[in-house]
């Protein structure tokens, strides 16, 4: 049985974690509100630390899901920090959308302890999760990605190793700007439409059988933004953060990329307007308001 623990119960986290909780791994969990953490465990097969030092004590696989790269260094240090707990030839595989060079500066402080890292961002959403058909996106050596495929097969369908340290984290930031322009874009043309009296129903039916459409189109307009429901899945503030660590990367690359750093301003914006709480598809609610019409 392999000795897991799991930190960051949150919307993706604890849905994720959810999957190590059989008979085939022995699962510790820590989060820093304990009252998620206990509500977990209260489902059997997790037991509950009181520190992050605590959780990692004898894991051989430790998997970190918080918001940002910041979050997760800020655990390393202190009495209760992981780095207290861990024991040399552990592995960190962080599954937080995280921002390259800090994930690389984690794995360089592991690696004076011998200790492995892989920066395992996901997609595939809340509902992947609870299916257990996310897709991870992993860097890091051929021998730490392998050593954290059994683990994540549990949560994951599809596994792929991009690179090396800060590779996934790479891919992630860039896929999920891609998600925001497709957000922005397909709400934009929707407002136009609907200024010119079309209606928003009739044309995706038309948008998603043809070459314009994408997975906003196909999926989170018809699901959140025709029905008003705008369920809270995935925070509109960590959209914000990846399409800022995607322009960050282009332009440290020195790439013309203005796609990317208009889309990084306008999350930024829509972030500023709606406040931390709200969903990434409620951006869609700024443009409405900048156009004076709403798609339905
Ligand atoms: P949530 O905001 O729902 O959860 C964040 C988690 O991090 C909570 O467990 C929270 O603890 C913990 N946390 C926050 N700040 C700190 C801190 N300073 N120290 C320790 N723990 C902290 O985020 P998600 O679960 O949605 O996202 C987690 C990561 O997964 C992010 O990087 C996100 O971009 C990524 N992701 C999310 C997806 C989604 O659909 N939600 C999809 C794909 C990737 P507490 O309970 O105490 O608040």
């Not at 959780?55 to 997760?72: M, N, Y």
């Not at 369908?157 to 497709?182: M, P, S």
């Not at 990367?249 to 930024?268: D, N, S, Y």
Request: proline share 4%; charged share 20%.
């Amino acid at each position: 049985m392999t000795r897991v623990a799991f930190l960051g119960l949150g919307a993706i986290g604890a849905p994720m974690a959810r999957h190590l909780a059989t008979d085939r791994f022995d699962l510790a969990v820590w989060n820093r509100t304990p009252e998620k953490a206990l509500a977990f465990a209260s489902r059997g097969r997790a037991r509950v630390a009181a520190t992050p030092a605590e959780a990692v004590e004898e894991a051989e696989v430790v998997i970190t899901c918080l918001p940002t790269s910041r979050e997760v260094a800020a655990l390393l240090d202190g009495p209760d920090g992981l780095l207290a707990g861990l024991s040399s030839g552990a592995l960190l595989v962080d599954c937080t959308s995280g921002d390259p060079g800090t994930s690389r500066r984690i794995a360089e402080r592991l690696a004076e302890r011998q200790i492995d890292f892989v920066d395992a961002p996901v997609s595939g959403g809340t509902s992947g999760a609870e299916k257990g058909t996310l897709t991870v996106m992993c860097g890091g050596s051929d021998a730490a990605v392998d050593r954290a495929r059994p683990v994540l097969e549990a949560f994951a369908e599809r596994i792929v190793h991009c690179g090396g340290v800060g590779a996934g984290d790479a891919v992630k930031a860039v896929n999920n700007a891609l998600l925001a322009v497709h957000i922005w874009s397909a709400a934009e043309g929707l407002v136009a439409l609907a200024s010119a009296g079309v209606d928003a129903v009739v044309a995706l039916v038309v948008i998603t059988a043809s070459s314009g459409r994408s997975n906003a189109s196909m999926n989170l307009f018809p699901e959140r933004v025709l029905t008003r429901a705008f369920p809270r899945t995935f925070r509109l503030s960590l959209l914000d953060k990846d399409v800022a660590i995607a322009a960050d990367l282009a332009r440290a690359a020195r790439v013309p990329t203005p796609v990317l750093q208009l889309t990084a301003e306008l999350f930024r914006a829509a972030h500023h307007a709606l406040g931390d709480g709200a969903d990434h598809v409620e951006a869609v609610k700024v443009v409405e308001q900048w156009a004076g019409v709403e798609i339905v």
